[in-house]
């Protein structure tokens, strides 16, 4: 199986600017401010400007994100520090759906098989309110672990598996198990979604954690199979072994 992977880093950095600001930076420019975007969704609305940056530039080279924003504080630059400080936080909280696993086959496998396993999980959007401002998260699945239920594991790695068609049932996959002993086993997967948070329709902004969510265990039944070779079939012989209507063979 592939050795756990990283989703891809966000290569930019992100700094907010007040717009109108003199050169003191202490009063507004009213002609400035009269020219700027109107800032009416809420009290004490400041305009600002985003700016970005590619984090190998050193120093950065700052390029302005369009069009300019409103945070509707007195101090803006402050609240959107307190914002990125708490952003982690408040994304684990989110009621994020975990992502589902399939078996195949399912509910029942075989032992000393391979039993297919993938996992199902959808980006989600959602709006809360940080700080008096408009906060728009996105949860997007990056990577996956599946614990199998007899003490073994894969993950975390960012192929998330897919179906086989039913001819195909038993052969290996990138995420396939096999299980050596009989018994019902409980699935988990837990998903890890990388999140976005934008401010005011701001530009998307990293999160620098990920949230995990794990999904209900879900319950596999591992059968033993038994192989019998027959000399004759049941149209020859309709009371031999495996025949309808036949004596079970004994144990």
């Known amino acids: 199986?592939?050795?756990?992977?990283?989703?891809?880093?966000?290569?930019?950095?992100?700094?907010?600017?007040?717009?109108?600001?003199?050169?003191?930076?202490?009063?507004?420019?009213?002609a400035c401010l009269a020219g700027a975007v109107k800032c009416t969704a809420g009290e004490d609305g400041r305009p600002v400007r985003w700016f970005s940056s590619l984090k190998a530039f050193q120093p950065p080279i700052w390029t302005q994100i369009r069009p300019d924003r409103c945070v509707y504080s007195e101090k803006p630059v402050d609240v959107m520090e307190q914002i990125a400080q708490q952003i982690q936080s408040k994304f684990e909280q989110l009621p994020v759906l975990a992502g589902d696993s399939v078996a195949q086959p399912s509910p029942h496998t075989l032992r000393g098989a391979e039993t297919n396993f993938y996992a199902v999980a959808v980006e989600q959007s959602f709006t809360v309110d940080m700080l008096g401002?408009?906060?728009?998260?996105?949860?997007?699945p990056v990577q996956y672990r599946w614990a199998y239920g007899d003490g073994s594991s894969f993950g975390p790695t960012t192929v998330m598996g897919g179906?086989?068609?039913?001819?195909?049932?038993?052969?290996?996959?990138?995420?396939?198990?096999?299980?050596?002993?009989?018994?019902?086993?409980?699935?988990v997967l837990t998903t890890h979604f990388q999140g976005t948070y934008s401010v005011n329709n701001g530009p998307p902004l990293p999160i620098p954690g990920q949230g995990q969510f794990s999904s209900p265990p879900q319950t596999i039944s591992v059968w033993?199979?038994?192989?019998?070779?027959?000399?004759d079939d049941c149209i020859k012989n309709p009371q031999g072994?495996?025949?309808?209507?036949?004596a079970p063979p004994a144990p």
């Open 1 to 30: 199986m592939d050795s756990p992977q990283s989703p891809p880093e966000d290569p930019n950095t992100y700094k907010v600017e007040y717009l109108c600001l003199d050169e003191d930076q202490n009063n507004f420019d009213v």
């Open 133 to 140: 401002q408009s906060v728009s998260i996105v949860a997007k």
């Open 163 to 187: 179906p086989l068609p039913q001819d195909r049932w038993g052969e290996k996959t990138r995420t396939s198990h096999v299980y050596t002993q009989t018994g019902d086993f409980q699935v």
């Open 224 to 231: 033993r199979s038994i192989t019998r070779n027959y000399a």
């Open 241 to 246: 072994q495996g025949c309808p209507g036949a």
